[in-house]
């Protein structure tokens, strides 16, 4: 085979979800489930066979899907967060084609999006290293639930982060 591309998942990310700034795929993972330590490790397991056998190998961490009509708006779970990493069924299509037919690339690992408005997912190494020009896009619809559920998400993190550096303290 020439090539091995690796539906990958953006909850290789997940724990970035309250934080600020843009995810490129140069960030570190955070997983916070076994879902995504899994797709993690298939990620890792693909970078190893284009180590140990020259094998090319895309992984793409891929956003929000859903079945049926695949249309973005407030009824997508992980609120805004979610719509922010809408993917349309064409795109998706789209982009799978261009990984099987891409040259030149050895391993990577892409984040893919559609092209959603103020959305925290960097899309440009996808575009530049197998021409994804993705078709469509959407800009989350924030009411006040969903504000809410960002800040809570937020609040969460920073105990979680506050936790973590007590436990570094007391070096368990």
């Known amino acids: 085979m020439r090539r091995v591309v690796f539906a990958s998942s953006n909850w290789v990310m997940a724990g ?18 076994p879902y995504g330590v899994s797709k993690l490790m298939g990620e ?7 180590a140990r056998r020259g094998l090319s190998v895309i992984c793409f961490r891929i956003g929000y899907l ?4 695949n249309r973005p708006g407030t009824h997508m779970g992980w609120s805004g967060w979610g719509q922010g990493m809408w993917l349309s069924n064409r795109d998706l ?6 990984a099987v037919l891409a040259e030149d690339v050895g391993f990577a690992v892409l984040n893919l999006m ?3 408005p103020g959305m925290r997912w960097d899309i ?35 105990v979680a982060e ?11």
Not at 44 to 50: D, K
């Open 124 to 158: 440009e190494m996808t575009k530049r290293t197998i021409g994804y020009a993705p078709q469509d896009g959407a800009a989350p619809v924030l009411t006040e639930t969903i504000e809410q559920d960002e800040r809570s998400a937020r609040d969460l993190r920073r």
């Open 66 to 69: 859903q079945r049926g009509d």
């Open 16 to 33: 970035h979800r309250p934080g600020q700034g843009v995810l490129t795929i140069d960030m570190d993972p955070y997983p916070i489930n």
């Open 93 to 98: 299509c789209q982009a799978m084609e261009r």
């Open 114 to 116: 559609s092209d959603n």
């Open 44 to 50: 890792r397991m693909g970078r190893s066979a284009h």
């Open 162 to 172: 506050r936790l973590d550096a007590l436990l570094q303290e007391r070096r368990w």
